[in-house]
């Protein structure tokens, strides 16, 4: 029996600038920061040949081309199971489609356990790549590099996208005391809305392809804002970098219709009302969690749960994909 895990993540500046549409021809640079909050594999080999998946639903298939969950089939595939007989369990602390990255964390995790059915050694940086592969090459997904890099990486982490295709991955260089000052004061709390990023991520896609103007000069800003949070956080301005933040977000609505909704702009403002800095929508946008740096917790974490928001507590994680058990 094979158990790994890969942390989830949340984007602490530059995000959307990790899609090939856009940093095959400008290059992105993100900071990103693992979480000890996980997605687990669990690979085994069952008595009987088929292959056995037990995810959101059930599925039992004779042969490859039968499994429906499409990073399953792809996964397996690259890895030449010709005669399976496997049985694969997927489990999360927090369901997908909230921001936080767990497709790339799952593609991550289940290769990483593969390897290792396998007795194969996978490289960090080689695994990242190949899960990106398998989402965004051979399934067409419109998904940039980024959960897939920090959840086989872990840590506080800066990425460098270049035109060629290569990342570049360098730790960001925070003290302890900084890093404690964000555990304590960067909050989650769940909108309560699951979304696809798949359509706003489309979008920005089609309209870097297409060369616009308004979505170009959008992302640069935005890659611009976040070497602008790597120095303040390089110097111990949390504040600063709350600021940064709050005009993050207030660009990254600018890119799509769907990035928020009225509720989530009044909880936003409740929040700013109650002792955050700045926050924003983590992950693509249109649901999930909100992020705020506060200078003010206890105030923040009152108004938002009489708001009837949940708050999601975490740490960072420095293992990245890791395996749990192996026997």
Partial sequence: MIITRAPLRISLGGGGTDLPSYYEAHEGFLIAGAIDKYVYINVMRPFTEGIYLKYSQLECAKSISEVRH????????????HTPQVEITSLADIPS??????SGSFTVALLKAL???????????????LACHIEIDRLGEPIGKQDQYIAAVGGLTCFAFHRDGRVIAT??????????????NLLLFFTG??????????????????????MIANLHYVKNLGYKSKAALEEGDTKLFGELM??????????????SNPKIDEWYQLAMNNGAIGGKLVGAGGGGFLMFMAQDRTQLRKAMANAGLEEVRFKFDFEGAKVMMSS
């Fill in 193 to 214: 809305f699951s979304r696809s990023a798949s359509g706003i991520l489309k979008d920005q896609k089609v309209k870097s392809q297409q060369n616009d103007t308004d």
């Fill in 115 to 129: 390897y290792t059915h396998r007795k194969r050694h996978i490289h960090q940086e080689e695994l990242a790549e």
């Fill in 246 to 259: 709050h005009e993050h977000w207030e660009h990254k609505k600018r890119r799509s219709g769907g990035m």
């Fill in 171 to 184: 730790p960001l260089k925070v003290s302890m005391e900084t890093m404690f000052d964000l555990e304590d």
């Fill in 97 to 102: 489609g909230t921001g936080l990255g767990s």
């Fill in 70 to 81: 499409p990073i399953i089939r792809e996964a397996l595939n690259l890895l030449g199971f």
